[in-house]
């Protein structure tokens, strides 16, 4: 079934668990993506983002998004990442996606908030919702996003005393954090402040998001989950199981490319099953349970 955000969020902002976003950029990682939900009973945020785009279209991912969140039978937000043009966000919306994020955190504070609060009125008004974030979280060497980690990220965390403002002043339902994740892989364990996540979530009353959550440890979700992460980005880690995949069986296929599907799709399914159990996410009966961490 579609859904928007809130639909998910708060009953894992309210149960202390946290409901994971995987960006996928063709039909086969939709697939792995859905399946795994299906088969565990969770909901699920599926989308891409802005930098993604080159590699599939906005609106031709629409098409294979929008109805396959519809017929399943766990709620699924269809989420439009890190927009960083008001164009697309818009052309999102239109298209029919119930989630938006409108990535302004390089923008001056105000400037963000100004930019913020219009997209979320235009958001709502397609009964969607809408993610902003504070600070920035950073990108790894390498990341899609394409800059190196920055030298000194603790700049750049959020301030919880800003957050309250910037969730007041904007209307955004969910805000990212930067706590110390940065998007892309890890080359070096990261330091997330767990301190800063609990102040945070102390201080505002929306779902917090941690955006580079792959290559995070177990421990690293578990603790973020308990200390008030409500939302999980991940697409690395299933960007390389469906790459390793293909590698794995391409030296025994001589017949095309439709014999690597199946496996590509049973290891994003496997991947995205992995960290639907870490997070504790579990739908049943129209009620949402969570894990005891």
């Known amino acids: 079934m579609l859904v928007n955000m809130n639909e998910v969020l708060y ?15 063709n039909l086969e990682l939709a697939r792995g993506i859905i399946e795994a939900a299906e088969s565990t009973n969770s909901p699920i945020i599926i989308g891409t983002a802005e930098v ?3 590699y599939s279209p906005l609106e031709e991912l629409s098409y294979i998004l929008i109805p396959m969140a519809k017929k399943a039978k766990v709620p699924v937000v269809v989420h439009f990442d890190h927009g ?6 818009l052309k999102a919306l239109e298209l ?23 997209m979320a009125d235009i958001a709502h008004s397609y009964g969607a919702t809408i993610e902003g974030e504070l600070g920035h979280v950073g990108d790894n060497e390498g990341s899609a996003e394409g800059n190196s980690l920055l030298n000194d990220p603790t700049k750049y965390y959020t301030d919880p005393v800003m957050a309250k403002d910037y969730v007041k002043r904007t209307g955004v339902d969910a805000l990212a954090v930067a706590i110390g994740s940065a998007h892309g892989a890890y080359k070096l364990p990261p330091k997330l402040d767990f301190e800063r996540i609990k102040a945070i979530a102390s201080a505002v009353d929306v779902p917090l998001v941690l955006h580079g959550g792959s290559g995070l440890t177990d421990n690293d979700f578990k603790r973020a989950i308990h200390d008030g992460i409500s939302k999980v980005n991940i697409f690395t880690d299933i960007n390389v199981a469906a790459a390793q995949a293909i590698s794995n069986n391409f030296m025994d296929v001589d017949r095309g490319v439709m014999e690597l599907i199946p496996s590509q799709v049973e290891a994003v399914k496997q991947e995205v099953i992995k960290k639907l159990s870490l997070f504790g996410c579990e739908y049943s009966g129209g009620l949402y349970n969570s894990r005891d961490y």
């Open 11 to 25: 009953p894992a902002k309210k149960g202390k668990y946290a409901v994971g976003l995987f960006n996928a950029v």
């Open 52 to 54: 993604l785009l080159p």
């Open 84 to 89: 960083l043009n008001k164009e697309t966000c």
């Open 96 to 118: 029919g996606f119930t989630s938006i994020m409108y990535d302004c955190s390089r923008d001056s504070y105000e400037e963000n908030i100004k930019k913020v609060k219009e």
